[in-house]
């Protein structure tokens, strides 16, 4: 729609000096007039416009308040009146239009019909003519309802434009308050041409009007779809025509013989004031009168009220849902009157098909409850109650702990609720992902325990996606203003674990709990009635007893309430202890050993005492050996009567197994040979060091020979196997000479090795010793010289 001046004056010179009311768009004023009805049992007077009827015994009040030029001193008006009851028109008598008049009305009024003669009218002997002329009435009657049609059409369109407002939104009101179908409007026309669709809409013969045509047979282009109109309801006498033919002929030469009739409108003015305007034309040589009319409705006050109770937020626009409430277009002087007592405030209301919008954003209001009324006629009617209060505080909204735990990735759309505040007139919530880019916001639906507007309500449930983990905001707005923003994090997966229960054992001062699972690194800290768990370590409590279970309160991080694995503890009997490995004297190796010395190749026997070997419900123990060099590396696992290469284990007794290996299938020289036993369900025993492993030389045969190595010093021969280990020779531990070579096979399974020993020996028969690599002692062998 073309912006527009709503006051562009079709004649501008002709009206420079008398101003145009507001209201009289595309038309020339001929005043400004208050027209009015008086009930003599009411004090209060009236505008006619806002009458639904027009009673019996009332008055009709014409009060001049501005007279335009183009009214002569002389100029008078007439009121022509169709009854209540329909019967002969009445013909008033003509009084001066530039002074204060009334006429009677025993009858009531249907019609009331005004002429207006700017030089005076000539009239007619008219009773006797307008009794006998039957289609008068209907046609009057018709004139005056199109007429406010057309008045109440500029009106709407004229402060849709003053207000800056679009023209489809006036129209639906329009068609609303009227019952009339308006044409969808195309806004690239030319303007004449919507106002003649639009008009014709109204008054089927203003379908004879050519926008098109040239502007000299057509009114003056204007610029204001409200102008338009108003310029072609008087300039193709669209306005006189819609009473018909004979509604023109029959005012001329019966009523007002030798006269010139044109149309006239009202627009609305200052408050109960019309200003009266016509075609913006030349006077003509013929007497002028200008022809207005109101028909009232006779309508009833109608019975309806709020449905259900209302609730209204301070400082803002609400539709409230109102049975009939269409009917209610011609309500008047709306105002909210407090229950508690107090003044009543005016407020704008909109009636549409059922429901009414009530305007509180100019309301000079507090919050409280107030009864909803109007004015129909000189009666009020009340609609019922309403209760206007604050919008809540969207700052204090908060979610609270049990609605944040609920919102972790993969959990799909969850339902969290918002409290802290009112929410009864949040009307959109989205939920917006928090980045340096923020995506647009998405919908989120939302409920309301009680409905929107159907009172205080603390409390609001949201659907939020939790498909994918991270920081969101969540966007709150009331009545479409501006969203409050609320932090809400969607959490990663919650720690998982897995292979539960952990098992624990009875008789345990403290013992260690180890988890598998998922997530493990976001669990702070671990509680269980179990006991106390301190650093990864539980203290079982003293009551328990085998085959109870207890859960485990995980604190996990992100989390307010703790994550609650149910049977995450087992509790068993006490572990198998190894207290005891008596080992079988070892084969003879022709060399000293020392206790914890287990020597590879040789199979060693130990006799294992084990406490809580067998207990009632456990199942077959089993034993794990390993080799231990600074972190327990297991190499070999049997249960009794089982065998493997180089060991193989029984039972000894109740309490006892027997293990028989060659150190060398487990361990390698130099680490710690150990044992642990494990019985299903109780678990494993520490491990129990059972010697270190080494590589021994088996020394069979020793001969001096004559052959010297120096002064004091002879030549020896050493036979056995894994010689390479001897690095020197001598008489006592202290004292040895380094072996000059290495050893020579004599044959697969034997070596020979030359060694240098003093001579002559210090004591005849005097043993050997030997120094095994690396070692600072000697050790005494079975061989002398």
């Known amino acids: 729609m073309r912006p527009t001046l709503l006051l562009l004056l079709v004649c501008a010179a002709a009206l420079a000096a008398d101003p145009t009311p507001p209201g009289c768009v ?98 007619g002997k008219v009773k006797s003519l307008v009794k006998k002329d039957e289609d ?33 939104a006036a129209l639906r009101g329009f068609s609303s308050r009227w019952g009339v179908a308006m044409p969808k409007l195309d806004p690239n026309a030319p303007t004449n041409q919507q106002a003649n669709t639009l008009l014709t809409a109204i008054l089927p013969s203003a379908s004879a009007y050519d926008p098109l045509a040239p502007r000299g047979a057509q009114m003056q282009q204007t610029t204001g779809l409200a102008a338009s109109i108003a310029g072609l309801f008087f300039g193709n006498t669209v306005g006189l025509a819609a009473g018909g033919a004979a509604l023109v002929a029959n005012l001329k030469s019966g009523l007002f013989p030798n006269t010139e009739f044109r149309s006239a409108y009202s627009q609305a003015a200052d408050a109960g004031v ?62 909210l009157v407090p229950s508690a007592g107090g003044e009543a405030v005016p407020v704008a209301v909109m009636p549409a098909a059922d429901s009414i919008e009530l305007d509180l954003t100019k309301a000079t209001l507090v919050a409280g409850e107030y009864r909803l009324t109007a004015n129909w006629d000189w009666e009020t009617i009340a609609l019922g109650t309403v209760h206007v209060l604050p919008f809540g505080d969207l700052s204090k909204a908060v979610l609270p702990a049990a609605s944040r735990d609920k919102l972790v990735q993969g959990s799909g759309t969850v339902t969290v609720e918002l409290t802290g505040a009112d929410f009864e007139f949040v009307d959109k919530v989205e939920l917006q992902k928090v980045a340096p880019r923020p995506p647009k916001p998405v919908a989120a639906f939302f409920d ?27 966007l709150v707005a009331q009545d479409g203003g501006k969203a409050q923003a609320l932090a809400v994090t969607v959490l990663p997966p919650n720690p998982s674990l897995a292979k539960l229960p952990v098992r624990v054992n009875l008789g345990e001062s403290e013992q260690a709990l180890h988890f598998e699972g998922s997530g493990l690194e976001r669990i702070e800290s671990m509680t269980s009635e179990a006991g106390e768990i ?11 007893k085998p085959g109870d279970r207890f859960a485990i309160a995980l604190k996990v991080r992100g989390l307010d309430a703790p994550l609650i694995v149910k049977d995450g503890i087992e509790v068993v009997g006490p572990r198998p202890k190894i207290v005891s490995a008596r080992r079988s004297a070892t084969a003879d190796t022709g060399i000293e050993l020392r206790e914890d010395e287990l020597p590879v190749g040789m199979s060693v026997g130990f006799a294992l005492a084990v406490d809580h070997l067998r207990e009632a419900g456990s199942g077959r123990p089993r034993l794990e050996l390993g080799c231990r060099d600074g972190e327990t590396r297991r190499a070999l696992a049997l249960a009794p009567d089982e065998r493997a ?10 309490e006892s197994l027997y293990l028989s290996v ?13 044992a642990t036993v494990t019985v299903a369900p109780r678990g494993a025993s520490d491990a129990y060091a059972l010697g270190r492993v080494m590589r021994a030389p088996v020394v069979e045969q020793f001969t001096l020979t004559s052959e010297t190595a120096g002064a004091g010093q002879y030549y020896g021969v050493l036979r ?27 044959s697969a399974t034997q070596q020979s090795l030359r060694i240098v020993v003093p001579w002559p020996a210090p004591a005849p028969h005097a043993p050997l010793y030997l120094w095994l690599r690396g070692e600072k002692t000697g050790r005494r062998t079975k061989l002398a010289e």
Not at 106 to 118: D, F, N, S, T
Not at 161 to 168: I, V
Request: glycine fraction near 10%.
């Open 136 to 168: 008068l009435l209907p046609e009057l009657a018709a004139y005056a309802q199109q007429t406010s049609q057309v008045e109440a059409l500029v009106q709407t369109l004229a402060d849709s434009e003053t207000a800056g407002g679009g023209a489809e």
């Open 720 to 746: 056995g196997r894994d010689l390479d280990l001897v690095e020197k020779a001598g008489w006592d531990a202290q004292n040895g000479l380094a072996a000059p070579g290495i050893p020579a096979p004599v």
């Open 534 to 544: 301190v650093a990864g370590k539980l203290r079982l409590k003293a009551s328990a």
């Open 274 to 335: 019309m200003a009266f305007c016509a075609k913006n034309q030349p006077k003509s040589r013929t007497k002028l009168a200008y022809l207005w009319a109101y028909r009232a409705p006779a309508t009833t006050a109608p019975k309806t009220e709020i449905a259900g109770p209302a609730y209204l937020p301070l400082g803002a626009k609400s539709t409230v849902k109102v049975g009939a409430a269409k009917e209610l277009t011609r309500a008047r002087d709306w105002r």
């Open 448 to 474: 309301l325990p009680k409905g929107p507007r159907a009172g205080p309500q603390t409390t609001m449930k949201v659907d939020i996606d939790t498909g994918a983990a991270g920081e969101y905001r969540l």
């Open 26 to 123: 595309g038309s020339a004023p001929l005043g400004k007039f208050r027209v009015s009805v008086a009930r003599p049992d009411r004090v209060v007077t009236l505008p006619i416009e806002e009458l639904t009827a027009i009673p019996e015994g009332s008055r009709l009040i014409w009060d001049p308040v501005h007279l335009s030029s183009r009214l002569s001193p002389d100029s008078e008006v007439a009121a022509l009146i169709i009854p209540k009851k329909r019967g002969a028109l009445e013909v008033l008598p003509a009084k001066k239009a530039s002074q204060g008049e009334a006429w009677d009305l025993p009858h009531g009024a249907e019609v009331v019909a005004l002429v207006i003669g700017p030089d005076g009218l000539n009239m």
């Open 645 to 654: 290469e180089g060991a193989s284990l029984t039972f000894d007794g109740g």
């Open 662 to 674: 060659d150190p060398g299938t487990v361990g390698f020289a130099g680490c710690e040979l150990t």
